[in-house]
Nanobody, 124 residues
Framework: QVQLVESGGGLVQAGGSLRLSCAASGRTFSSYTMGWFRQAPGKEREFVAAISWGGGRTSYADSVKGRFTISRDNAKNTVYLQMNSLKPEDAAVYYC?????????????????WGQGTQVTVSS
C-alpha cells in the first residue's frame, strides 16, 4: 500500500516556474515507477511524465518536453516535477501516481495508487 500526497501547486505567471513534490508513504516506494498526470476542467486526465524505480529512465509527454523535468529521491520517498516556462495551457490539477510493475509509463490504468492532486494555475 502506498499513499501519495502532492504539494507545490499554486498561481504563477506565464513563463514562470513551479516545482511539484509528491511524498509517498510505505517502505516499497523505491520499487515503484512514478508518474505525473494532469487534468484540466472539462478534459480527460493526461500523462505528463514518468520515472523508473531507479530514476534511470524518464518519459515525457510531447507537450512538456524540454520544459518539465521529473526526478525522484528514494531516500526521501519523494518524486518531483520541475515545471519551467509555464504556459496557460499547463493549468490543471496535477496528480502523482505509483505503478508497481512499470508496464506502461503513459497509461493511466497501469498505475495502482494516486494522490489527491494539487492545483496549478497559470495566468497569461
Amino acid at each position: 500500500q502506498v499513499q501519495l500526497v502532492e504539494s507545490g501547486g499554486g498561481l504563477v505567471q506565464a513563463g514562470g516556474s513551479l516545482r511539484l513534490s509528491c511524498a509517498a508513504s510505505g517502505r516499497t516506494f523505491s520499487s515503484y515507477t512514478m508518474g505525473w498526470f494532469r487534468q484540466a476542467p472539462g478534459k480527460e486526465r493526461e500523462f505528463v511524465a514518468a520515472i523508473s524505480w531507479g530514476g534511470g529512465r524518464t518519459s515525457y509527454a510531447d507537450s512538456v518536453k524540454g520544459r518539465f523535468t521529473i526526478s525522484r529521491d528514494n531516500a526521501k520517498n519523494t518524486v518531483y516535477l520541475q515545471m519551467n516556462s509555464l504556459k496557460p495551457e499547463d493549468a490543471a490539477v496535477y496528480y502523482c501516481a505509483a505503478d508497481a510493475f512499470g508496464s506502461s509509463y503513459s497509461r493511466i490504468a497501469s498505475y495502482d495508487y494516486w494522490g489527491q492532486g494539487t492545483q496549478v494555475t497559470v495566468s497569461s
